[in-house]
C-alpha cells in the first residue's frame, strides 16, 4: 500500500521523447507529387514562384491553354481570382503578376503552380479519411464535384456514396468496383475510378495521411480519369518513416507558431490578449476557457509538457513576450510527479536569464504546491504575481491585460 | 473493487530498460503495483533492479503469470509492441507513448477487436490507470491519489486529459473522496479504451457511487458516452469538456482534440452529457458560487462539480 510522498531527484528524470508533432498540409502541388509517387494521373505541370519562371514553365510544357494556380492552404480560389487560363506565354505573364502577392483569405499567394489544362466532361469527388467514432476508414466519394463536398452534403446528402474499410483488410477491388457504382459515376469512368481510388487508398495508407481528397476528380472527353486537384493533410506522427523535409518547410506558420516550432513546443497561435503557459493540453485548453469566462481572450496555446526545466520556460516565455499582441502573462502548472518546487525553481532560473515586459501571472497548484509557493514568494512585484486558484489567476491576469 | 486492474495485477514493461520504462516501472514498483517483468530482446537474463527482463512478452508471461502489459516503447515500435502484448498471452494493455501513427492506431485497434477480442487496449498517449491503493500503471503521482473507503461514497474517473486529471485527483483528496480506480483514455484519435468501456465497469462495480468524466473537443466520444449514459447508467456522473474556446481547425496539443468541419465542439458535448443527465461544469465561476469553497480556499472548476454530486448521494 502506497504511503507519503514519494519523492526521486528530478535530475534522474527522463524528459518524456517523442512528444506528438503537427500535421503537415500540403499545398496543391505538393498533393499532386505526392499523389504522383502512388501513380495517381495527375496533370503535367511545374511550381515557380516568379513571373518569369511561370512564363518559362508554360513553354516547357509546350502546349496551350495552360492554368495559372494560386497556391494557398484555403478554400475559394477560384473565386478570389487566383485560378486563371491562359492561351499564351503574355497571359500567363499577366495572370502570373496578377496572383503572385496576392491576398487571399489572409494567405499571400507565394507559389503559383502552371499546368496543362484539360478538357473535362464531368467533375467527382473523392476522399479517405479516418472516421473516429466507427474507428475505421471511410471513403466518401460523389458523382458531383467541383464544389464544396459539405454543400453537397448539406444540399443533397444521397449523392455521397460512402465506404468503411476495415484498415485490417484494406479495400479490395471489388468493394472499390461497388462502390463506383453505387455512387452512380458515369459507366465509362468506372474502371478509371476504381483505379484511382485504389492508389488513392494507398496513398492515404502507406503514405500516412490524415486526409486525401481529389475535388475534382475529372472524366476526360477522352475517357481518362484525372486527378484536377489535391488535398492533403500527412500525420505529422508518421514523419519517422517519410522524408517529408520539403513539405515540413513550407509550413504556413506565423512568426510565433514558426518560433514554437524551432523549440518544439506544443503551440496554437490565436488573437487575444492573454498569454497563455500550461503544463498538460487539457489544462491549456480549460486554461483557455476559463480566460475566456472571466472575460479576456487568450493569445495562444502552449503546453510546455511535463518536467521543470528552465529552458523550456525561457523559450516559453520568450515567445510569448516577443508577440505584439500580449499584454499579461497566464502561467497555470498543476504538479503530479513533477513537484511544485521544482517547476517553482524552472520558473525563477528562467526569469534570471531573460527580462519579460508583460505582467505574469502565476497559479501552482498539485504537488509541494506550498513548497513551489514559497519558492516565488520572494521574487514577487507587479511584474510577476501569484494567485491561489485559476479562477482568481485568471481574474487577474484579464485585469493586467485591461 | 476497482475497475481493469487492482492488487492482483502482475504487468510486465515493454521498455523497461529504457530511460521512461525505468523510471515509471520503478516508480509503479514503489507505489505497490506488482512490476514482474521486463522486455528487451537484446538483455534478456538481466534484471532492472531486482525485476527481471526477458526477451518476449510471451517469455514474460510463461514465467511470472503477467496478465497486463505497459508499453514505454518509442513510436515507431509501438504497433509490433501492443501485437506482441496481445500474442504474447497479456489481458490488458497500457500504452503510455505519445505521437503514434493515426494509421497504425487504426490498424491494430481493428486487429486485436477481430483476432484478440479479449484484450482490452488502454491508450496511446496516455497517462495509464490507477487504482488507488491497489495499483498505479503509468506515470500517474500516485500520491495524489486517494484510495477508496469500504461504505462511503466514492469516484470513479475517466478523461481524454492527464493534468486535468490529476487535478481532480488531489483535489478529491483534498475533500476526503476516494477513487475506485482512474483510467486516462488518452488525447489520440483512436483510443483502445473509450468512455463506454469505462462506463460500463463502473456502473457495474458496487463500490463506485459516482462517476467524473473529463473530455475535450474533438471525435464524439463524449456525445456516444451521452447515449450510453441515458440508457445504461444509474449512478450520478459529472463531467467537464476543455476547449470550449479552441479555434477551429487546430490540434490543441493532444492529436485527437480538433474541431473539424463543425464537428467535435464543446459546445455539442455538453448539450448532449447535460441531455444525458450529467452535471456538466460549463462554468466555473457559476459552480463555485453554488456549492462554495473547499477548506483549502481553493476549489476549481471541475471537482466542484463533483463534490455537488457526492454531496448529493451522500445526503
Redesign the interface.
Known amino acids: 500500500?502506497?504511503t507519503?510522498?514519494?519523492h526521486?531527484d528530478s535530475k534522474?528524470?527522463?524528459r518524456?521523447?517523442?512528444?506528438?508533432?503537427?500535421?503537415v498540409d500540403l499545398f496543391e502541388y505538393q498533393g499532386k507529387q505526392f499523389f504522383a509517387g502512388f501513380d495517381i494521373p495527375v496533370s503535367r505541370g511545374r511550381a515557380v514562384t516568379t513571373v518569369d519562371d511561370a512564363v518559362a514553365a508554360a513553354e516547357e510544357i509546350g502546349e496551350y491553354p495552360v492554368v495559372v494556380k494560386a497556391q494557398v492552404q484555403v478554400g475559394g480560389r477560384g473565386k478570389a481570382g487566383g485560378i486563371k487560363l491562359a492561351d499564351t506565354a503574355d497571359e500567363v505573364r499577366t495572370y502570373a503578376t496578377d496572383i503572385l502577392g496576392m491576398d487571399i483569405k489572409g494567405h499571400t499567394v507565394k507559389v503559383v503552380w502552371i499546368e496543362v489544362a484539360s478538357d473535362i466532361a464531368e467533375e467527382y469527388y473523392a476522399s479517405f479519411t479516418?472516421d473516429?467514432?466507427a474507428?475505421?476508414?471511410l471513403g466518401m466519394l460523389s458523382a458531383e464535384g467541383g464544389v464544396e463536398i459539405?454543400a453537397v452534403a448539406e444540399a443533397n446528402p444521397d449523392a455521397i456514396a460512402k465506404i468503411w474499410i476495415?484498415?485490417?483488410d484494406g479495400l479490395s477491388e471489388s468493394a472499390a468496383r461497388e462502390w463506383v457504382a453505387a455512387a452512380g459515376l458515369n459507366p465509362k469512368a468506372t474502371d478509371g475510378a476504381v483505379d484511382i481510388l485504389l492508389k488513392l487508398y494507398r496513398a492515404y495508407?502507406e503514405g500516412?495521411a490524415?486526409l486525401v481528397e481529389i475535388n475534382p476528380l475529372i472524366l476526360k472527353p477522352t475517357g481518362e480519369v484525372h486527378a484536377l486537384d489535391a488535398k492533403v493533410t500527412l500525420?505529422g506522427?508518421?514523419s519517422?518513416?517519410h522524408d517529408w523535409a520539403d513539405y515540413e518547410a513550407t509550413q504556413e506558420r506565423d512568426v510565433r507558431e514558426q518560433a514554437a516550432y524551432e523549440a518544439d513546443l506544443?503551440y496554437?497561435g490565436?488573437e487575444g490578449s492573454v498569454g497563455i503557459i500550461?503544463?498538460?493540453?487539457?489544462?491549456?485548453?480549460?486554461t483557455?476557457?476559463?480566460?475566456?469566462?472571466?472575460g479576456g481572450?487568450?493569445a495562444n496555446?502552449l503546453?510546455v509538457g511535463?518536467g521543470a526545466d528552465a529552458d523550456k520556460f525561457v523559450s516559453a516565455l520568450t515567445i510569448i513576450d516577443n508577440d505584439p499582441r500580449v499584454r499579461s502573462i497566464f502561467i497555470n502548472i498543476?504538479?503530479?510527479?513533477t513537484r511544485g518546487e521544482e517547476v517553482a525553481n524552472g520558473i525563477v532560473a528562467a526569469l534570471d536569464v531573460i527580462d519579460i515586459s508583460s505582467p505574469i501571472v502565476i497559479r501552482l497548484?498539485?504537488?509541494n504546491a506550498d513548497e513551489g509557493r514559497a519558492i516565488l514568494e520572494p521574487h514577487l512585484s507587479d511584474g510577476l504575481q501569484m494567485q491561489?486558484?485559476?479562477?482568481d489567476a485568471a481574474r487577474k491576469v484579464v485585469e493586467l491585460a485591461g | 473493487m476497482a475497475i481493469f486492474v487492482d492488487e492482483n495485477t502482475k504487468v510486465v514493461y515493454q521498455g523497461l530498460t529504457g530511460s521512461q520504462g525505468r523510471y515509471y516501472g520503478l516508480l509503479n514498483r514503489d507505489y505497490g503495483t506488482q512490476v514482474v517483468a521486463g522486455t528487451n530482446p537484446k538483455k534478456a537474463g538481466t534484471d532492472v533492479e531486482g525485476i527481471p527482463v526477458f526477451a518476449s512478452v510471451a517469455d514474460a508471461v510463461a514465467e511470472t503469470g503477467a496478465d497486463a502489459s505497459c508499453i514505454f516503447i518509442p513510436a515507431p515500435g509501438v504497433r509490433s509492441a501492443v501485437m506482441e502484448a496481445a500474442e504474447g498471452g497479456v489481458k490488458f494493455i497500457v500504452c503510455i507513448t505519445e505521437g503514434v501513427p493515426a494509421q497504425d492506431e487504426a490498424w491494430f485497434f481493428n486487429e486485436l477487436k477481430r483476432n484478440h477480442p479479449d484484450v482490452q487496449l488502454l491508450g496511446p498517449n496516455c497517462p495509464g490507470i490507477i487504482s488507488p491503493g491497489r495499483s498505479n500503471i503509468g506515470i500517474t503521482a500516485g500520491h495524489i491519489a486517494q484510495a477508496p473507503e469500504p461504505g462511503r461514497p466514492n469516484v470513479g474517473i475517466v478523461s481524454r486529459s492527464g493534468t486535468l486529471t490529476y487535478q481532480a485527483l488531489y483535489e478529491l483528496k483534498l475533500q476526503g473522496i476516494g477513487v475506485t480506480t482512474c483510467v486516462g483514455i488518452g488525447g489520440d484519435p483512436v483510443p483502445g479504451t473509450s468512455f463506454i468501456d469505462c462506463l460500463e465497469r463502473f456502473e457495474a462495480d458496487d463500490e463506485t457511487s459516482a462517476v467524473m468524466m473529463i473530455g475535450e473537443i474533438g471525435g464524439s466520444a463524449e456525445e456516444e458516452a451521452a447515449e450510453y449514459i441515458k440508457a445504461n447508467m444509474s449512478k450520478p456522473i459529472a463531467a467537464y469538456i476543455a476547449g470550449q474556446t479552441a479555434p477551429a481547425g487546430k490540434k490543441m496539443g493532444h492529436a485527437g482534440a480538433i474541431v473539424s468541419g463543425g464537428k467535435g465542439t464543446a459546445a455539442a458535448k455538453m448539450e448532449a452529457l447535460d441531455d444525458a443527465g450529467v452535471k456538466v461544469g460549463a462554468n466555473p465561476t457559476g459552480s463555485r458560487r453554488a456549492h462554495g469553497r473547499d477548506r483549502q480556499g481553493a476549489l476549481s472548476p471541475l471537482p466542484s462539480e463533483l463534490s455537488g454530486v457526492v454531496r448529493g448521494i451522500r445526503g
Open positions: 500500500m502506497p507519503g510522498v514519494l526521486h534522474h528524470r527522463p518524456w521523447r517523442g512528444r506528438g508533432r503537427a500535421d479516418l473516429r467514432s474507428k475505421k476508414h459539405e476495415d484498415p485490417v495508407t500516412d490524415d500525420d506522427n508518421a519517422f518513416r506544443q496554437v490565436l500550461a503544463n498538460g493540453a487539457g489544462l491549456a485548453m480549460s483557455l476557457d476559463v480566460v475566456n469566462q472571466v481572450s487568450a496555446f503546453d511535463g498543476f504538479g503530479g510527479i497548484d498539485g504537488t491561489p486558484t485559476m479562477l
